[in-house]
């Protein structure tokens, strides 16, 4: 176990022991990073003795300032949050030039445009969750129009470089209280984990070609917000992590619906997700659903928005009942509330 997770997890894992003799492994930390690689997290403390109680955490959240954009052919956002969605506009005449190909690349990621009206074509970034202050997220676009006299021979090439400051959110520590053996799991259950790890990382890195989506996106429950995004948390007051989702309020049994068009990737029972739905929503944007007690979808199944995806619940790594949403764009993740801030 202890040189597949190192492989795995080396930055995160590898650490001297007091004498500098050699690298040894942490149990704790190798827990921490496959929790963080699943994205999934618990309620707060206060949740447990409220099972299903409607008095459970106070809503948070709420919505953030408007975006500001900059650029003319391009609009792109002059800041943004941390583990944030980057929206991205190409904007052009259709009675005067017809492009061809359009990109928008930053680290090493390629972001697909797709037309969301008349001269109006749109990709997703997203800006990575890191805690540090101050960043910039480093943004080039290029256009290609296809020639109006000969269009097998002529063409015409813009592009353009952006730069978009990312400013710190405000993370608060939460302590939790959860089942000891999802906080050490037996040797047995970290294979197990490490299995999940690979299973789930490998449908985060699938690239599909087509936009499910369009349009606002609706929340999957109707029950308030409780708990954010990168919140700081102590599990059993021994191991930290960040929350790499968000929590509503759900009770045992409330049906959880697709806030959006997407295929079913995945409907399994995960170490610390418990019964999970992952949706594929295109263009690399993936959602999460978390901690159910039921499933109403089968893989490989597309879902339209207000579908039943299963039914609230506590397994996994969860103190009380409730709905952990997570994220991911091209392999990152991201705040869930930028579905419903940003894409309007």
């Known amino acids: 176990m202890g040189k597949r997770a190192s492989r795995l997890f080396p930055k995160l894992i590898r650490l001297r022991n007091p004498v500098g003799s050699r690298p040894t492994l942490r149990r704790g930390a190798v827990v921490a990073a496959l929790g963080f690689a699943l994205s999934c997290q618990s309620v707060p403390l206060d949740a447990q003795e409220r099972v299903d109680s409607s008095a459970s955490p106070e809503p948070v959240g709420g919505a953030r300032p408007p975006l500001e954009f900059q650029g003319e052919r391009f609009s792109i956002p002059t800041r943004v949050p941390d583990a944030a969605i980057v929206p991205i506009r190409f904007k052009f005449d259709p009675a005067r030039e017809t492009p061809r190909d359009c990109s928008a690349k930053s680290g090493g990621k390629s972001f697909l445009f797709t037309p969301v009206g008349p001269g109006v074509w749109e990709a997703l970034g997203v800006v990575a969750y890191t805690q540090k202050t101050p960043q910039v997220f480093d943004l080039e676009c290029t256009v290609e129009f296809i020639g109006q006299v000969d269009p097998a021979k002529s063409k015409k090439v813009e592009s353009a470089r952006y730069t978009v400051q990312v400013e710190p959110r405000d993370y608060p520590k939460e302590a939790l209280r959860v089942d000891p053996s999802k906080v050490n799991p037996s040797p047995k259950d970290l294979k197990r984990i490490q299995r999940e790890v690979k299973v789930v990382g490998a449908i985060y890195r699938t690239l599909t070609p087509q936009r499910f989506w369009a349009g606002a996106w609706s929340k999957p429950v109707l029950g308030p917000q409780t708990s954010r995004y990168g919140n700081q948390r102590t ?67 597309i879902v339209k928005p207000g579908r039943v995806l299963g039914l609230s619940g506590a397994t996994g790594r969860a103190a009380g009942p409730h709905l952990h949403l997570g994220a991911v764009l091209q392999g990152v993740k991201f705040n869930p509330e930028d579905l419903f801030e940003v894409l309007k």
């Open 235 to 301: 599990f059993n007051g021994e191991l930290r992590s960040s929350h790499q989702g968000i929590d509503f309020r759900a009770p045992t049994g409330t049906e959880i619906l697709a806030p959006a068009i997407g295929k079913v990737a995945l409907v399994k029972d995960l170490f610390f997700s418990g019964k999970t739905v992952i949706l594929d929503h295109g263009f690399g944007l993936f959602t999460i659903y978390a901690h159910l007690s039921a499933f109403r979808v089968s893989q490989g199944e």
